[in-house]
């Protein structure tokens, strides 16, 4: 059974820095996407950043230059570190999983999710 765990979210002022981790266990697919997603109340969930197996790495152009996700595939935990916060960054954030190729941002792509980490950015 595959399961993702988040952790890492909280309240934070404009300007500052959070590090989200998603610990998965389970997943035993040798090619695969990983990627965060959120959603801020009252809008849709979105997608953040995206990593494949193969380590490239693909960015919402809301968050490129201040967000950077990452793979351990020995600790199998997924990382995205989050600097210059803004507040339309608030949001509940998760990660999700799939088998495949092609690690894009389209949220119906993905069937492995976790629970999700509330992030909150204010002054």
């Known amino acids: 059974q595959v399961q993702l765990v988040e952790s890492g979210g909280g309240s934070v002022q404009p300007g500052g820095s959070l590090r989200l981790s998603c610990a998965v266990s389970g997943f035993t697919d040798s090619r695969y996407c990983m990627a965060w997603f959120r959603q801020a109340p009252g809008k849709e969930r979105e997608g953040v950043a995206s990593?494949?197996?193969?380590?490239?790495?693909n960015y919402a152009d809301s968050v490129k230059g201040r967000f950077t996700i990452s793979l351990d595939n020995a600790k199998k935990t997924l990382t995205l570190q989050m600097n210059s916060l803004k507040p339309e960054d608030t949001a509940m954030y998760s990660c999700?999983?799939?088998?495949?190729?092609?690690?894009?941002?389209?949220?119906?792509?993905?069937?492995?999710w976790g629970q999700g980490t509330q992030v909150t950015v204010s002054s």
């Open positions: 990593i494949g197996s193969g380590v490239y790495a």
């Open positions: 999700a999983a799939r088998g495949g190729y092609g690690c894009s941002l389209r949220r119906l792509e993905y069937y492995y």
